[in-house]
């Protein structure tokens, strides 16, 4: 195997050249910094709404934000709300909505019940200030397949 000789001497071909005008940078500049007169704003027009769930007898009073369901925030609350699956699908944690308006395109319920009031609570996150009252799941069921027979 032939071998080629390597220097690590500068080319003439290729000299280096100063520049005639050095950089100078802003006494304020400094590259781990960055500029203070940029302000980030984080634009959100609404931080929460007020959910009233009537359950049980009792009323409570949450403020829900738009990103998360009504039944994670009673249940971080602390009331005793049934639930199951938490995806919409099992129809233990339903409700009626008595005022107010959800985002429960996440769930399984069919297009009449949802017209007709009914909610998941799991699956129902708020678009509005909301009153909602707990019911059996009984009555979501018969109502699911009431509709199912139109």
């Given at each position: 195997?032939?071998?080629l000789?390597f220097?690590?001497?500068p080319?003439?071909?290729f000299?280096?050249?100063?520049?005639?005008h050095p950089?100078k940078?802003s006494?304020?500049?400094?590259?781990?910094?960055?500029?203070?007169s940029?302000?980030r704003?984080?634009?959100?027009t609404?931080t929460?709404?007020?959910?009233?769930i009537e359950?049980e007898?009792?009323?409570?009073e949450?403020e829900?934000?738009p990103d998360?369901?009504i039944?994670?925030?009673?249940?971080d609350?602390?009331?005793?709300?049934p639930h199951?699956?938490k995806l919409?699908?099992?129809?233990?944690c339903?409700a009626?909505?008595?005022?107010?308006s959800v985002?429960?395109?996440e769930?399984?319920?069919?297009d009449?019940?949802?017209?007709?009031?009914?909610?998941?609570l799991?699956a129902?996150y708020?678009?509005?200030?909301?009153?909602?009252?707990t019911?059996?799941?009984?009555e979501?069921?018969?109502?699911?397949?009431?509709?199912?027979n139109?």
């Open positions: 195997m032939a071998s000789p220097t690590l001497s080319s003439p071909s000299p280096l050249l100063k520049p005639k950089t940078l006494s304020s500049f400094h590259p781990n910094l960055r500029p203070t940029i302000s704003r984080r634009i959100s609404i929460s709404y007020k959910v009233v359950h007898g009792d009323t409570t949450l829900v934000e998360e369901t039944l994670s925030k009673a249940l609350s602390g009331l005793s709300v199951d699956c919409g699908v099992c129809m233990t339903p009626k909505l008595i005022t107010g985002d429960q395109s769930g399984m319920l069919s009449d019940v949802i017209e007709n009031g009914y909610a998941l799991c129902a708020p678009r509005s200030d909301c009153k909602i009252r019911i059996p799941e009984d979501l069921l018969s109502m699911q397949l009431a509709t199912a139109d």
